[in-house]
């Protein structure tokens, strides 16, 4: 193991505490930069923003020099999500999703959409990307 990559186990957690930490940013780090290669200045879309890979994809696309615009359903989770570094919240209960990415883009689309969830915003999602943008999900073991 790489000595950058070995972080002291706080002593107040258990060892599954302790190794549970990490596991969000490991996975968003290997979708965002291993998969998608984000670059920066690319728009990155992010669905279920409050969940800890939500909140964990900010923080990698903020570190990459993307701008994150964070899906939340409920307007009460909109300023959390501003203070933790998204660059724009649509809320989806409210707003036109597919417009509302349209309009933060110029127009243009989302560079990446890293969508967790799957469901009811998938088609909307797919309209909000850019031409030759990437739509990237998460597997779930079964």
Sequence with gaps: MPVGSIVKQPASLSLVEGASIWMMFVTVYGALVGEANVQAGQTVVIPAASSSIGLASIQVANMLGAVPIALTRTREKKQRLLDAGAAHVVVTDEEDLTAEILRLTGGKGASLVFEPVGGPNFAKLLKG????????????AQ
């Design 129 to 140: 990307l850019a031409p030759g943008g990437t739509i990237l999900g998460l597997r779930r």
